[in-house]
């Protein structure tokens, strides 16, 4: 996708949604001349779901907000701790202690988002609506080093996103009763209805930067 539509699509999107939802370019599999051209529309938040790939970027630009959305291996938490400014994919205790483990040898905070599956897709992550608060509360007690700011949730994919807001609905509930600050849903497919249900943070990839090529 050429620079200018690139900074076009991100401009269209941020004027489209309310100022206080926070969009995230999801810039996986995309190269630093494509990140430049988001930042040179007033993009500051970009999403990665590959740890490695993830630190690359953050050493070539360190300024900004590099979010880690996919799923995380225990192995590949120390490459993203103190450089991903919130891991919105924390789905279990041993993740959760890794994460406290390696944040409390750096010396820092960690905010983390608790990834909800609430639609029960078995080959995604995250924990199911009802385990949620079990884990919520086991790491407010066990990981002084790890912060959670709220919840992600990624819907099923469908052809009309109407379909998948009672998903949303579902997690915005969650995210109310435990008066979180942060809830991370919508992609390019369904960010309008995400945002209707609630979502204060929004991960868009193929509608700013144009459908993703895994070949190369
Ligand atoms: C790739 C990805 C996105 C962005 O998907 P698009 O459909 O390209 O907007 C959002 N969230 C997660 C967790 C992703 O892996």
């Known amino acids: 996708m050429s620079a200018n539509s690139i900074k076009n699509n991100y401009l269209n999107i941020r004027s489209s949604i309310p100022d206080n939802v926070l969009l995230i370019a999801v810039s996986k599999t995309r190269t630093a001349e494509e990140i430049a051209e988001a ?25 900004l907000n590099w979010h880690f959305i996919g799923r995380l291996q225990k192995n590949k938490v120390k490459y993203i701790v103190g450089k991903s400014c919130l891991i919105h994919s924390v789905d279990s205790i041993d993740l959760a202690n890794e994460i406290e483990k390696r944040a409390k040898a750096a010396g820092v905070i960690q905010d983390i988002l608790i990834q909800v599956n609430a639609a029960g897709e078995v080959q995604k992550g995250g924990v199911s609506l009802k385990d949620a608060g079990m ?9 002084p080093s790890v912060r959670v700011r709220g919840f992600m949730e990624i819907a099923p994919e469908t052809d009309d996103p109407e379909n998948v807001r009672v998903y949303f609905k579902q997690v915005c509930d969650l995210f109310k009763e435990y008066n979180m600050d942060i809830l991370s849903m919508g992609m390019s497919g369904d960010y309008k209805v995400a945002i209707e249900e609630g979502a204060t943070c929004i991960r868009i990839g193929s509608a700013i930067f144009g459908e993703r090529d895994y070949s190369k």
């Open 39 to 63: 930042v040179s529309a007033g993009c500051r938040d970009f999403g990665e779901n590959k740890a490695q790939e993830m630190s690359k970027k953050y050493e070539l630009f360190p300024e």
């Open 135 to 143: 884990l919520l509360n086991y790491i407010s007690e066990n990981c």
